[in-house]
């Protein structure tokens, strides 16, 4: 049973464009909510995380929206370039709980 | 920069093999984690550690197990590898209640 569902799997955006994943949880308990970066060959890197005490967060291009009652989050990525082109997690965890949950992944290309 | 290391970049094991994934800490970081990366499921958790000597299971334990005898070394082990652990496996590290995972590279490794 996934306890974070990502979409869409995959997304294709022009150079300059927005660039909009979403992710949705079940579990109240969840209190930490990253983003992670994964380039061909690497390992995921993490890019920018939100706290539930606050509805956005804003890293350069990299904006991360949630909404508490909705148990929904998003990465917006504006001005998206072809270097943002990668995979990208969502997850989510909680204090009392070391492990996170991840979801399925976002393939994202930007074309030039 | 800290780091986390695994031992192998690309693995080809034998159907039946016992099979060894190490990974290795510098941040000196109570919790350490095996993750596999499979197309469409995203990161599923495989077990993970939050003391020397102390293990958990995570999702997807079944056919594996796991080694912590020093607190920066975490062992992944394949007890008689099959064909359907074809994977990615990442290795992960936290600080108590820190939150962010950093990510080693990951192992391809290849059951024939």
């Known amino acids: 049973q996934q306890q974070v569902k990502q979409s869409p799997q995959s997304l294709i955006v022009q150079k300059g464009g927005i660039s909009i994943i979403n992710c949705a949880y079940e579990?109240?308990?969840?209190?930490?909510f990253p983003w992670y970066q994964q380039f061909p060959g690497k390992g995921p890197a993490l890019l920018i995380a939100?706290?539930?005490?606050?509805s956005e967060k804003k890293e350069g291009r990299f904006t991360i929206s949630f909404n508490k009652s909705a148990k929904q989050f998003s990465l917006h990525i504006m001005d998206s370039q072809p270097g943002d082109s990668a995979t990208y997690f969502c997850?989510?965890?909680?204090?009392?709980?070391?492990?996170?949950?991840f979801g399925a992944g976002t393939r994202l290309t930007v074309k030039p | 920069d800290v780091k986390v290391t695994q031992s192998s970049r690309y693995l080809v094991k034998r159907t039946g093999e016992k099979v060894f994934l190490e990974c290795v800490q510098d941040m000196d970081h109570e919790n350490m984690f095996w993750y596999r990366q499979d197309p469409g499921l995203g990161l599923r958790l495989i077990y993970f550690?939050?003391?020397?000597?102390?293990?958990e299971k995570g999702d997807i334990p079944e056919g594996y197990s796991v080694s912590r005898e020093k607190k920066e070394r975490f062992s992944l082990i394949l007890e008689s590898a099959s064909t359907n652990q074809t994977s990615m496996y990442l290795c992960?590290?936290?600080?108590?209640?820190?939150?962010?995972?950093?990510f080693g590279s990951g192992t391809r490794l290849t059951v024939v």
């Open positions: 550690s939050y003391d020397v000597k102390m293990k």
């Open positions: 939100i706290r539930p005490d606050v």
């Open positions: 579990n109240t308990a969840f209190d930490y």
């Open positions: 997850a989510a965890s909680s204090y009392n709980n070391n492990d996170m949950r």
């Open positions: 992960a590290s936290m600080g108590h209640h820190n939150y962010g995972y950093t």
